[in-house]
Nanobody, 124 residues
């Protein structure tokens, strides 16, 4: 089992920045951030292959969000810049140990481990 705990959410004005963090109880091969708004499906935001640092982003966040790991590889980070009201959502950290999870076109929701989520609210 892997426990994931997100932090760093909050409220910010459009154009502002937030940094989310996800503490993991142990190393996993593939980690990602997803987000969800009420009434909509959960969508992938960014993912990282922790073995080599390969990243993948949703088109909607490219150039604004950066996914990374802390140097000790015990936390997953998401730096979010130039936020817009459309970024308002509950953000979830996800982890998995399968190669295909991190090397598929698009995002698969088939991650084995999920955090409880942290709310991000962007006001105009």
């Amino acid at each position: 089992q892997v426990q994931l705990a997100e932090s760093g959410g909050g409220s910010v004005q459009a154009g502002g920045s937030l940094r989310l963090s996800c503490a993991a109880s142990r190393y996993t091969y593939c980690m990602a951030w997803f987000r969800q708004v009420p009434g909509k499906e959960r969508e992938g935001v960014a993912r990282i292959d922790t073995s080599d640092g390969t990243t993948y982003y949703a088109d909607s966040v490219k150039g604004r969000f950066t996914i990374s790991q802390d140097p000790a590889k015990t936390a997953l980070l998401l730096q979010m810049n130039s936020l817009t009201p459309e970024d308002t959502a509950m953000y979830y950290c996800a982890a998995d140990n399968y190669y295909t999870t991190c090397h598929t076109s698009g995002f698969t929701p088939m991650f084995d481990y999920w955090g409880q989520g942290t709310q991000v609210t962007v006001s105009s």
